[in-house]
């Protein structure tokens, strides 16, 4: 049949349509392979860091394996300035590092809405330390600074609320009357909206909550409602697999949670405590099966205790330095010539800490009114038998605890 004129210009548009077809399919194709090539090279050179098999249930590890696993993990730590194990290094030029801080060009408020008045009239110094660390003896002390600051300070040495938040406290009494029908995690935001309500109200004044709870806390049967309690395993276990443990980590709270979550409302202090070695163990000798035990599970919360104050120097608000460490080896009469040297000594103790927390006054003659100087010693409380594995145990704290004070303050340079 013969073609018209007219039919030639539209066959010849056909064929370059299906010419032009023919060319995107043989693209695409091409692309698709060089896709799928890339795509298992890539899956190839990632092999080594994840496994893209199809998933499968694991079989539970049994407790020696699992602290075989802990310690291989704890592996990747070398010191505790870079949250590790151990450093010979110095100690770090806070200085130097407050001014890097105060270099940060996005401000906190682009991350996270800053309730500036809360800040303003709610304070909470937490008194951190390992268990035996004179918790007891340090919190008449700075409660009487604080009560001497004045009718506008009101110092809470029992906040039940906080308590709550922090530690799942008073389910009855507080948490249940919030409207929580179980104990939310500690940084659930409509929680932490009523512990600052019901711990610091608007009421003008400045609220200074005090919480002291040692790391660790409690027994394993502690009838108090801990959201993790003291763990069994942890009698087995080194200070490092301890450290690095979940349990540890939440235990009594979890103190990255707790700062991250509260520290948009609350001016958070941590006044650190550090009493000598011995002595912290010899206050707990029997505890944990005797002195060895105990003194591994509180050498893995000294190591715990340390990275997170190495990673949390300063404020993530102000840039103002976050903690202020207390040797209470310093603040002890015993280790003085006399009353005159002795008082000089506290005094300058007193007048740092009042700085640090931004409190007016830091003049306080009768502060140390009902403290007592323990008489025990410890190397006869802990048994000579105890003392070489206790001097071992001291020289593997050398670079982790205590942490260091600040250059050129006397007072905050702790012996082990």
């Given at each position: 049949m013969?073609?018209?004129?007219?039919?030639?210009?539209?066959?010849?548009?056909?064929?370059?349509?299906?010419?032009?077809?023919?060319v995107a399919a043989i693209a695409f194709c091409l692309l698709y392979s060089a896709n799928r090539t890339n795509n298992t090279q890539q899956y190839t050179s990632y092999s080594s860091l994840r496994n893209y098999n199809p998933p499968t249930k694991e079989a539970p590890?049994?407790?020696?394996?699992?602290?075989?696993?802990?310690?291989?993990?704890?592996?990747?730590f070398t010191d505790p300035k870079s949250v590790t194990l151990r450093s010979d290094a110095d100690a770090p030029n806070y200085q130097d590092v407050a001014a890097a801080t105060q270099q940060v060009s996005t401000p906190q408020e682009h991350f996270t809405p800053i309730d500036h008045v809360s800040r303003q009239n709610?304070?909470?110094?937490?008194?951190?330390?390992?268990?035996?660390?004179?918790?007891?003896?340090?919190?008449?002390?700075i409660e009487n600074l604080g009560k001497h600051q004045g009718d506008g300070y009101r110092i809470d040495t029992d906040p039940r609320g906080l308590k709550a938040g922090l530690f799942g406290w008073f389910y009855h009494a507080k948490i249940k009357s919030w409207g929580f029908k179980v104990t939310p995690s500690v940084d659930d935001p409509e929680f932490i909206k009523h512990?600052?309500?019901?711990?610091?109200?608007?009421?003008?004044?400045?609220?200074?909550?005090?919480?002291w709870a040692s790391f660790p806390s409690g027994h394993e049967d502690d009838p108090r409602t801990y959201r993790v309690h003291r763990q069994h395993e942890?009698?087995?276990m080194t200070p490092e697999e301890v450290?690095?443990?979940?349990?540890?980590?939440s235990h009594p709270t979890s103190m990255n949670a707790f700062y991250t979550a509260y520290s948009p409302f609350v001016d958070i202090k941590f006044v650190v405590l550090h009493r000598p070695f011995l002595e912290t163990i010899a206050s707990h000798r029997d505890w944990d099966g005797g002195p060895e035990i105990h003194s591994n599970i509180i050498r893995g919360f000294m190591l715990m205790l340390r990275r997170f104050l190495d990673t949390h120097l300063f404020d993530v608000i102000t840039g103002k330095r976050l903690w202020h460490l207390v040797c209470v080896e310093r603040i002890m009469a015993k280790n003085y010539e006399g009353e005159e040297e002795t008082n000089a000594a506290r005094a300058r103790i007193l007048?740092?800490?009042?700085?640090?927390?931004?409190?007016?006054?830091g003049d306080c003659p009768h502060c140390f009114d009902d403290w007592r100087d323990s008489s025990k010693d410890p190397i006869e409380t802990l048994g000579e038998e105890n003392m070489p594995v206790m001097l071992e145990h001291m020289k593997w704290l050398e670079g982790i605890w205590p942490p260091p004070g600040e250059q050129g303050v006397e007072e905050q340079q702790c012996g082990i």
């Open positions: 013969a073609l018209r004129a007219t039919d030639y210009p539209r066959r010849r548009r056909s064929i370059v349509a299906s010419l032009f077809a023919l590890l049994d407790k020696k394996q699992r602290r075989r696993r802990l310690s291989i993990d704890l592996n990747q709610c304070q909470i110094v937490y008194i951190l330390g390992v268990e035996g660390a004179t918790h007891h003896g340090f919190m008449p002390i512990v600052v309500a019901d711990s610091c109200p608007n009421d003008g004044k400045k609220h200074v909550l005090m919480e942890w009698l087995g450290a690095n443990s979940d349990e540890a980590l007048g740092s800490l009042a700085e640090f927390l931004g409190w007016p006054d």
